[in-house]
T-cell receptor, first 113, second 115 residues
Framework: GENVEQHPSTLSVQEGDSAVIKCTYSDSASNYFPWYKQELGKRPQLIIDIRSNVGEKKDQRIAVTLNKTAKHFSLHITETQPEDSAVYFC????????????FGSGTRLSIRP | NAGVTQTPKFQVLKTGQSMTLQCAQD?????MYWYRQDPGMGLRLIYYSASEGTTDKGEVPNGYNVSRLNKREFSLRLESAAPSQTSVYFC??????????????FGPGTRLTVT
């Protein structure tokens, strides 16, 4: 069945440095890739997404890249700040069904002051 | 506009008891979902409903049943709770944006403990 693998499971970076989280997916029909941020005790919230017809998308300090041939996509956070500390999840879905959304296992990002 | 709401927020059950988790959305979304999140783990899809009147199994459906009561409501039932079902349960709904993307909104979660 569909599978999304996410690495690393934990990541600690110095404040101001960049953080990169990587995901791979198995279903070649997947064409929509959202990223979620979950703070402790709260619900996941969408922070950025990318569609399969786009290779890169940027929103201020956050960017996502997609390599459809290799079936992997990445989240890049630049100039990290303490409020970036959270768990980040990648996900993959086929827009044609827009229904079965499969999540990666999450990355706990810690920003060191 | 309340978004996605879930009840109850917390629940403790004894092994073998049954209960229904309620979820409702007021955003007129077609698709709704139930996920479980175990401590330190990701979100695993239990069941989803692409549209009113349809439901499908996700990654971990065993031990659960669902009902898409109408477009707004999607409930999750545990017929005979087991300690392995101790988890945080999130309901979500999806809004399609244009022709090639959508946004998924999550409810606040239900923390369930089975003793």
């Amino acid at each position: 069945g569909e599978n999304v693998e996410q690495h690393p499971s934990t990541l600690s970076v110095q404040e101001g440095d960049s953080a990169v989280i990587k995901c791979t997916y198995s279903d070649s029909a997947s064409n929509y890739f959202p990223w979620y941020k979950q703070e402790l005790g709260k619900r996941p919230q969408l922070i950025i997404d990318i569609r399969s017809n786009v290779g890169e998308k940027k929103d201020q300090r956050i960017a996502v890249t997609l390599n459809k041939t290799a079936k992997h996509f990445s989240l890049h956070i630049t100039e990290t700040q303490p409020e970036d500390s959270a768990v980040y999840f990648c996900a993959a879905s086929s827009y044609s069904s827009a229904s079965k959304i499969i999540f990666g296992s999450g990355t706990r990002l810690s920003i060191r002051p | 506009n309340a978004g996605v709401t879930q009840t109850p927020k917390f629940q403790v059950l004894k092994t073998g008891q049954s209960m229904t988790l309620q979820c409702a959305q007021d955003m007129n979304h077609n698709s709704m979902y139930w996920y479980r999140q175990d401590p330190g783990m990701g979100l695993r899809l239990i069941y989803y409903s692409a549209s009113e009147g349809t439901t499908d199994k996700g990654e971990v459906p065993n031990g659960y049943n669902v009902s898409r009561l109408n477009k707004r409501e999607f409930s999750l039932r545990l017929e005979s709770a087991a300690p392995s079902q101790t988890s945080v349960y999130f309901c979500a709904s999806t809004l399609k944006l244009g022709t090639s993307s959508y946004e998924q909104y999550f409810g606040p979660g239900t923390r369930l403990t089975v003793t």
